[in-house]
């Protein structure tokens, strides 16, 4: 499994985020504390957004804490709109197109969980992405045949009727190849204005998820505070900083919208 995170609001350095909190995601990598492995070292990504309506994309299978041409990136670039994640590998190669966030036109999409015995689901799942977007798929893992689907099911058009129906249709194929194993499936996707998270799993036992609530502040390596902007969204597989009432769970079966500054929160299910 993996952890994630994802930002929108008033452009700031990835590094406000990424590398400096108490519990950065550079952090987590090493030391987390709210997932099945505490060592997320299988390699990272990080997407962010600019004046180009597509986004900018760095994905390394090094550790993030060993990559000093991410930490030197991370301190210059700056963005209102950005995802990044850290790997840890679940039966796929540790190679840099398995590497998170994915891309496809103005879209980026990353993932923690897992398609039980993906295996035996990768063939039929594979051949269920509409023809068209076939080519574009650069990797092995389950998580892009996950975002495929999710366009090929409309997620240019209507993002929540898609992530429904695309984990309707996982759901289904699972159930019709007799495989008893959940679908985990804690995942964040962006057009490069808004944002849509996902917490939901078959037994309704899903990996952890918050969103950031007031949060004015983040407490540093070094000790102090660094402000964030007012209209600052974070959404975390978990805390970045101790300040806990700063932070707010998703719910389980959930979908979070994050547009203009504001969180909302509703009921998710598959559609079928």
Not at 140 to 145: C, G, Q
Not at 219 to 245: C, F
Request: glycine share 6%; with cysteine.
């Amino acid at each position: 499994m993996c952890r994630w995170l994802a930002y929108s609001g008033s452009p700031l350095k990835l590094s406000a985020l990424l590398t400096r909190p108490n519990h950065s995601l550079i952090d987590q990598s090493r030391h987390a504390t709210q997932n099945i492995e505490s060592l997320n070292g299988d390699g990272f990504g990080v997407g962010w957004y600019g004046e180009d309506p597509t986004p900018g994309v760095y994905r390394d299978t090094h550790p993030a804490w060993n990559d000093t041409n991410f930490l030197h990136l991370a301190e210059h670039v700056r963005s209102g709109l950005f995802l990044a994640h850290i790997r840890a590998a679940t039966g796929t190669p540790v190679q840099k197109t398995n590497c998170h966030p994915f891309s496809f036109e103005n879209w980026l999409f990353q993932h923690n969980g897992s398609v039980p015995d993906f295996r035996s689901l990768k063939r039929q799942l594979l051949f269920d992405i509409d023809p068209e977007l076939f080519p574009y798929l650069e990797g092995s893992t389950d998580s892009e045949i996950l975002f495929f689907l999710a366009i090929t099911f409309g997620l240019r058009d209507d993002p929540p009727t898609a992530l429904a129906r695309m984990i309707g249709h996982v759901e289904q194929t699972r159930t019709a190849a007799g495989i008893q194993e959940p679908i985990f499936f804690s995942a964040c996707t962006t057009d490069g204005e808004r944002l849509w998270a996902v917490r939901y799993s078959s037994n309704q036992q899903s990996r952890t998820l918050y969103h950031s609530c007031h949060l004015g502040a983040l407490h540093d390596i070094d000790g102090t505070y660094d402000a964030l902007p007012s209209d600052a969204i974070i959404v975390v597989s978990e805390p970045l900083d101790d300040l806990t009432k700063h932070w707010k769970a998703v719910p389980e079966s959930s979908l979070l919208i994050v547009e203009e500054g504001r969180a909302k929160v509703l009921p998710f299910s598959p559609d079928s």
